[in-house]
């Protein structure tokens, strides 16, 4: 049972967190006139012995510390006596913890932000180095129609600036501090909240203390978050184990991002892109994991709740350890611009054939049908359509002239998906343009 | 398999948002020269005719209308003939279909945003209504602390501010329009997207049309946020149950939602309140369900994406249902005054006391011990703590006065509790006029 | 409030089950002697006419039908008069609602038994029609070992033998009735309750009453068996929709199961099986939904569990969709030998390298290494190693000798894994023969 | 990167299985006479001495011990040198890895089948010690009809039957040797299967090679039932939280099982019962993350299937810590029958006063409606039903006669439940016969 009940063995990770917050709680005590300024002073220095001890790893658990505040509680007292006992003035463990979490995941949205910026930073490189290279772009995995290679890279950023922006906005959301909500009613000992909240960096206090000790949705925002961004990591190590794939053979992940086989050295498997897709699904598990425990809980505090934590943490970890591997992954990746150029195909340019029809003034449905005569013809004749006469093509539509030759041409079609968030070079160079200000700011 | 593949019988919901994204493509057409302005009026006219049929419930559905899409552009035909065929120059399904979703979504958040706070004007008006109604706080399920009725009811109205917020922020999010991505490599007719964006009330244009056909973020985003909401509405639900059982006798639901049986008139089964917690499942369900279908994809369209608009469909159904019975209930809420009073116990003073102590300068481990040892004197001598004599509370420490009695009061202790957030009357009335402010703006 | 409580809408699809339970209990009732003989016909006789009018459409829902169970009941009154009252004695909702449903599923689990062996013999028959077809088999999406394409198909024949079996256990777990566990207690009227469950072709009764009415484990079992059999369709339909690449074009899909497009005639999109991949979301989707739903609710009947069906019905229609496409889809497949046995490489051969120098007496490791040595040799040199001379492999060990060639041989290969499970000829024989067999009883 | 790929971290636990299945293939390789006896003995010998060291916790991990196969391989070669390399003739991780999981995972379910068992009988022990103890019965958490106590608790021993059934079920389908599937093609040396097979314990060899590796099913079935377990335990918990509280008054967990405070003596937090609760959580978000995962994967191994591991390690140790907690809070739990005495009221014997009628000739939904008159007579003059007089009770129907009183009477009530699954005295020591027989079988 006192395993079962035990949380120190996960917990402990908020040691920084619940000293920082025991360090705010001893001044705005002393503010209160609770304590004194010794008394202050004797806690705070007695927090950071214990904060060292955790740092050095010297930290030693008692069988009795069932979770980190009883443990620091307890070892506080044994550095400093009695006057540890008025620490808890006012403060129960129910506001206590809540105002931990916040405080370390805050300070992990920090980090996992900068994690994400240089993703995207080795994103916009690699997008850059290789501004001319054109590939199939795929719908339904049949070659639909060619983009730049960069065009395709750049498309990954922008599922991580949504991430970000999301990440962000949770952030935002959880900097509201609970502390002063006491065990469920709040407290009564004069404490300033606002001072609480601004010595911690919060923007705000919490407007209600039951739903203060209660409240959980700034770990499911994350969690949700981090499924989500476990999925555009999954979509993204799909696409990389497609492509470097011996069928497609458009990249090539560096050794350290694969694992050769010394019996098969041609093999080279991208186990880093398998684990990434992969775990997308601890992502979602994790979830789901604390979306099914808060399910139908009764308001305030409920012992339920001391099982937000490991999905949490596992949460982070997966990502902290996943966004550099990616980050590194894309930056260590090579391309094969011949396999790629070797993969188009003329029937990929049928849409600009349409589109030049319908500059000559047809409809695109008619456009669209004609075209796909020609390429059905030539499928029959076993003809490229760069292969066709211009009598075989008039054969559809006198409007097909000899600059129908001109459409034929890859590089033109890309360059004329010039508009905003097109392919076209002028496009992808402003798309860069407008990632690298996103990233500056 | 044509029943397999087929997308109508679910998705001519979206009509409104496909006809609206249509007209405002017709006018982008005529701008760019690939239309006149006769056709562009004739499209729209001919659209208008389509959605007036939607309306009036007199669309026939041909059996080749596979999705929403064709059935429009093939009744848009036998409308108004061939120039119906250039209204897809330069557009694919790809973009189509996000931009409707998108469209259709922001409307239904609009009136979330509404039914949410219609709910918390429910919420408000109770809790103003019952100000001095003291019950019994809860942790564990335990009674722990006395408190405002209105306190514990207000605590379920930030919850849903944050759902407010979260969905505000996905809406924002979600603002930002994909049409111009063409199949996913852009369009080549000097179509501007800009224009479009504005005449449909998006804030942006997505910045890389294959992202733009492939982002499915902002259903994942909703579906998340309708997942956690669904869990709010469980947490409520659970304490109305609780509460309108014949144990705790607190509340009454009206017999609107709830269902009498004509064997036991005196059972009044809270059905909508078991449904409401029921409910959180397909909403969890549903957010899954996308996660589960996104994993894993390669990027721009695959098929597999037609599967986003069930879940969908179903939360925002779900939603809309679930709200308008929640902010019902809880304004036809019978509550009983007695029943919750006699549910307050002497012992959940026991913070009181010891706060008691600790202004007379005990430390608060102390404190609390010594409160706690006259506590279980009273369980063992079968007295309530109001009943012992000055000399027993004495027995126990000298700091024990007359004045003790005092602290015996419910009242004062939840008056006590006068820091913001707190359970005292002027807080909860300025949470409530916070509360109003937040509604307002 | 009536729209949200209401489950008509969905729970009609119960009629047949409803009826069959009625009919059963009308027996019982008159072996009680609790109704008459006449009566007992005159019920039996109604409820065949309510029934007839479920299956000719003309059954007519009034306002107040708010599920099946009421619907039937008022209009079997309107048919047969006040009798009518008499069929609800001793039986609650919340044991006619479970047996309901135990009798609805158990049916669709005996159609989604016909239509998975529908799908094996699919497999099967490809199988058998392609033995001597040699395709690369991979790991890591990377080219590993030749195998038989038969052996590959029949790799997934295993997997949904085991939903096949999983199925049948839930079915057998499922086959026991709760008629006559009343509301929750049990019935005082005599009815024989083991009579009830032979009628309605159950395998025993219910042991205790309160789980009668609670137990939707068979439910949630049956979501279970879906969702991992949605998984296993999903890990076929990735498969198919590689192979059906341009890159890897291995297979082609008929036209009935893919999208052609009429501008790109060379494309066709893989539609049935992206969406077969896609719809693994909803299957998964559907179980935690009631896992949610289900979680924390105190025993007996609360009205939660009403939202145990639309998950259920979701996942049976589903699954009642996707098996005979997924059948057709393999038995239409199209492949392209040519394509298969060009993607075979000489370094496919390595293990078998590996095992020649066993044979020889040099442990596994070493082979293993020595082989690699050759392999990396042969890339470097831009050799193929059919194309290295005798010296060459020499040089890497002198226990090589003339007959190293007779190992470059992909049939040898594939012929020399001719244990039970292998890939050689007459494993796969042997394999099919099984399968038949299992089929066959 | 080397941390990202590593799984030795967490799947060491698999050193007995993993030894446990090398000295079966050093016996196979032995009879195929690919190694000699002397050498199989040396390699048994080592590999003991591995599992001892491991047992000691000696065991030194290496840097480059990515998993517990090449920990131990290289610890092997340390003291038995080359020898070792011939371990892994015709094996490959592939077939090595999921041969361990199984048999981990048989261990295990066979521990679970006890702890299930021991579960169940501290069910039926409390069961047996208050039969004659009446309680409430809730339908709706709302009063419905008498129970015996033990005939709730007993509800529950069911639910166990069938968790215990279900993991009958998925360890017999798991018991199936997948050694000798090699990579994924099977192998070419002779090794015996079927040998394999029995000497480790399975009934049966896994019938293609292909799904032999890839073949994850077995997890995700415990998962499930893991999953179906937790929602069990998390509805015992529910009712037992509930019957803990103040409110209910019925039940009271042990000391060891909840958690005191000292400042509220009175208050009996029940902890482990709402972890048990909330548990429930990460057993559903296990099942999750592995479905997600497993989601269109193409066949064969891929590295992601490396992510297997963690939820199912998690779900065991979950279990196996929950389980005795429960067994031992229900051993150790103490009743309040003068609490649930109280809680009984004569409007739950409605049903009964119906029946009654029926009994009369009166068709069940008359008899119905006419006690719910007197009922909501009783209420509106403020009555018990025991307190009307006859001639009151006569008002409504003559049928009413002087043995009305007879009814009155919750133990009578109770007693007419008596066929079986119902909740009289006979019946419920009938199904504890019942429940005896099958924990004895």
């Known amino acids: 049972m006192e395993r079962f009940n035990r949380s120190f063995d996960f917990d402990w990770r908020l040691y920084g967190a ?7 709680y001893a001044k705005a005590l002393a503010r209160a006139g609770i304590i004194t300024a010794e008394e202050r002073d004797l806690l705070i220095e007695g927090l950071s012995r214990v904060r060292a001890e955790f740092e050095c790893g010297t930290f030693q658990p008692a069988p009795g510390d069932e979770d980190i505040h009883t443990g620091v509680e307890r070892r506080l007292q044994e550095l400093i006596g009695p006057v540890a006992g008025k620490l808890h003035t006012g403060r129960s463990r129910n506001d206590q913890v809540v105002t931990d979490i916040r405080l370390y995941l805050m300070e992990h949205l920090d980090r996992l932000d900068g994690l994400l910026t240089d993703l995207q930073e080795a994103i916009v490189e690699q997008a850059e180095a290789h501004l001319d290279l054109l590939m199939p772009g795929y719908t339904h995995l049949q070659r639909a129609q060619p983009v730049r290679f960069s065009h395709w890279l750049l498309s990954t950023f922008w599922m991580f600036q949504r991430d970000w922006e999301r990440l962000r906005d949770a952030r935002h959301r959880m900097a509201v501090c609970p502390l002063g909500s ?45 499924a989500i961004l476990g ?75 001391q099982e937000d934590k490991e999905p949490l943490f596992d949460t982070l970890n997966t990502l902290e350890l996943m966004l550099p591997v990616a980050a590194e992954m894309i930056r260590t990746l090579r391309v094969h611009p011949d396999r790629m150029r070797a993969a188009l195909e003329d029937s990929m340019l049928a849409t600009d054939l349409a589109d030049y029809l319908v500059r000559k003034g047809i ?75 996103l990233m500056a700011s």
Chains 1, 2, 3, 4 share one sequence.
């Not at 619940?18 to 705010?24: F, L, N, P, R, Y």
């Not at 694992?259 to 601890?282: F, I, V, W």
């Not at 005569?373 to 076993?382: A, D, K, L, N, T």
């Open 18 to 24: 619940d000293i920082q917050g025991s360090v705010a």
């Open 182 to 226: 006491g065990a469920l009613a709040g407290h009564s000992l004069g404490i300033d909240r606002e001072f609480l909240a601004r010595e911690l960096g919060f923007r705000a206090i919490s407007e209600n203390s039951i739903d203060g000790v209660s409240d959980r949705d700034f770990i499911l925002e994350v969690l949700s978050g981090g």
């Open 231 to 305: 999925i555009h990591l999954s979509r993204l190590a799909e696409d990389l184990i497609l492509y470097a794939s011996a069928e497609f053979g458009f990249v090539e992940l560096s050794e350290a991002y694969s694992t050769g086989s010394s019996l098969m050295p041609q093999k080279k498997n991208p186990d880093s892109a398998e684990l990434m897709r992969g775990k997308a699904g601890r992502l979602v598990g994790n979830l789901v994991s604390l979306l099914v425990t808060a399910k139908g809980l009764p308001s305030a505090y409920d012992k339920d709740l």
């Open 363 to 437: 409809p695109f449905r008619q456009a669209h049908h004609l075209v796909g005569q020609v390429v059905r013809y030539g499928i029959e004749e076993g003809k490229a359509l760069r292969d066709l006469s211009l009598a075989e093509w008039q054969r559809f539509s006198p409007l097909f002239e000899a600059d129908v030759a001109d459409v034929l041409d890859f590089e033109r079609s890309v360059e004329q998906k010039d508009s905003p968030g097109g392919t076209a070079r002028s496009a992808v160079e402003a798309q860069i343009a407008r990632a690298r200000e």
